[in-house]
């Protein structure tokens, strides 16, 4: 097996696991792909093809990214929740990680956030309404960015093709 064989291989790899991790919080997301990409241009062997995938996977991977932050944001911002509450949510979805196994991260982030709202707006309806909108806002970022890291996933998977072919 030649030395670009197993750049492609270990990319491919590192792609896939890339895009997982736009879902599964504590998996490298979008920022391992575009490395991933950027390492197949370098030693994967596919010269010209390699950087035009790369260029087209980058700039996938900084719209799935600001696309997620911003929708994110805006969302937040419109129902008037603040960051604090979603670092509530952050640590205890952490902390749930390691108590409920698999669904403990959601589980954890979920009642973090309904947590610091109930203490910030003092009314269980209020508070409940708001975290389902936080948790709304944090899907529809995660949802965007896991299509824009799909497309990235793509754009090698055709440029490996257009590699080979050549």
């Known amino acids: 097996m030649n030395p ?3 750049v492609t291989a270990l990319c491919g790899l590192a792609i896939l696991v890339g895009v997982a991790g736009t879902v599964i919080p504590v998996l490298p ?9 950027l390492g197949w241009a370098l030693w994967g062997g596919a010269g010209t093809t390699g950087w035009v995938v790369f260029g087209i996977g ?5 719209a799935g990214m600001a696309a997620g932050a911003v929708l994110t944001g805006r ?15 952050i640590v205890f979805g952490v902390v749930g990680m390691f108590i409920i196994p698999v669904v403990g991260l959601f589980a954890g982030f979920a009642a973090g956030l309904l947590l610091s709202e109930l203490q910030r707006t003092r009314v269980v309806g209020t508070a409940v309404a708001s975290s ?4 709304k806002a944090t899907g529809l ?6 299509g824009l890291a799909c497309l990235a996933a793509s754009t090698w998977v055709v440029g490996l093709w257009v590699a080979s072919t050549a």
């Open 4 to 6: 670009e064989a197993v």
């Open 29 to 37: 997301g979008s920022i391992l792909i575009g490395l991933s990409l």
């Open 58 to 62: 980058l700039v996938f991977v900084l």
């Open 75 to 89: 969302k937040l911002k419109q129902h008037s929740i603040p960051s604090r509450s979603v670092m509530v949510g």
């Open 132 to 135: 389902w909108a936080a948790l």
């Open 141 to 146: 970022g995660m949802i965007v960015e896991f």
